[in-house]
């Protein structure tokens, strides 16, 4: 192996490094990446069929958003404004607030949500939409004392809050089975979220986690009348905006799974489905 050593000269070398300092400082803006439009956030991160409600939404670089767009046509939202005081030229934007209306004929479930900057169209974030009437947390239940009330057949809109767990109360009635189930993953939330379930003298039924993906549901028959009480936090108790969940108590079905999962197109066979509160359905031996 052979090689070749050059020498230069005090000022030829000092003339070089500057040259390469130029070059980086000419290259460097180039590499720079423009500000993209983020989506975080939808605060209520749900509504109820049929209704309309206001939402914020939350990211980064979101300036002069002015859309906000579901993937179901039933799903529309405009930007809510104020009117015009003496010296404006128009209605007023309000923040990054925005008037959602949900058709009734809109099926439950989950759907896409993307904000429209001046950087763009958005990443997409879930929006649930649910059968019952939505009520939202009030922020100072944080103890069993100061449970807040719900009613059996609602869904509470909430945000989990660090180092604490919010509670709830209902009433029920002998011998009624309530399913508790919670959204959280399932709407991009960052919460991993715990339920517990405690009897009317604060004692501890039963708990549940990640029983549907990373969420929970709890399946309780009440043998005696009263009021009981639940909490929800977030596993390793974090919290924060981003930490939403949606918790829901009814007396309705839930599909657990149907067997066999998949038909071809076209074709004609027998399926059973298996889940809870059923209507006409029967106990499944050796399934709990």
């Known amino acids: 192996m052979s090689h070749i050593q050059i020498k230069f000269s005090g000022s030829v070398m000092h003339k070089l490094v500057l040259s ?6 000419m290259v460097s803006p ?3 990446q423009l500000p993209i439009c983020q989506l975080t956030t939808l605060t209520p991160s749900g509504a109820q069929q049929g209704t309309e409600i206001e939402l914020t939404v939350g990211g980064g670089d979101l300036d002069n958003n002015s859309q906000l767009i579901f993937s ?6 405009t930007p809510k404004t104020t ?7 128009g209605p007023q934007r309000v ?3 925005y008037i959602v209306k949900v058709d009734a004929t809109v099926p439950a479930g989950i759907y896409d949500a993307r904000v429209s900057s001046d950087f763009g169209l958005s990443n997409p974030r879930s929006f649930a939409i649910g059968i019952h009437p939505e009520v939202k947390d009030s922020g100072n239940n944080h103890s069993l004392s100061e449970a807040q009330e719900i009613a059996v057949g609602s869904t509470v809109n909430g945000t989990a809050d660090a180092n604490t767990r919010d509670y709830y109360k209902l ?7 309530i ?9 991009d939330s ?14 501890e039924l039963t708990n549940n986690r990640d029983s549907v993906g990373l969420d929970p549901l709890i399946d309780h028959t009440f043998k005696t009348a009263g009021e009981y009480t639940m909490a929800i936090h977030d596993f390793i108790f974090r919290g924060g905006g981003e930490y939403q969940y949606r918790l829901t108590a009814d007396t309705g079905p839930y599909v657990d799974f149907i067997f066999p999962p998949v038909g071809t197109i076209g074709s004609t066979g027998e399926y059973t489905i298996y889940g809870r509160n059923l209507a006409g359905g029967e106990p499944v031996e050796g399934m709990t």
Request: proline letters at 5%; a negative charge.
């Open 190 to 203: 960052r919460v991993d979220a715990t339920l517990v379930l405690f009897d009317a003298q604060g004692g």
């Open 171 to 177: 009433t029920v009635t002998a011998g009624q089975r």
């Open 83 to 89: 009117p015009p005081g003496e010296f404006d030229q």
């Open 179 to 187: 399913l508790f189930r919670v959204h959280g993953a399932s709407i």
């Open 30 to 32: 180039a590499l720079a």
């Open 95 to 97: 923040g990054n607030v």
């Open 72 to 77: 179901h046509p039933g799903i529309t939202a």
């Open 20 to 25: 390469i300092v130029a070059m980086g400082i």
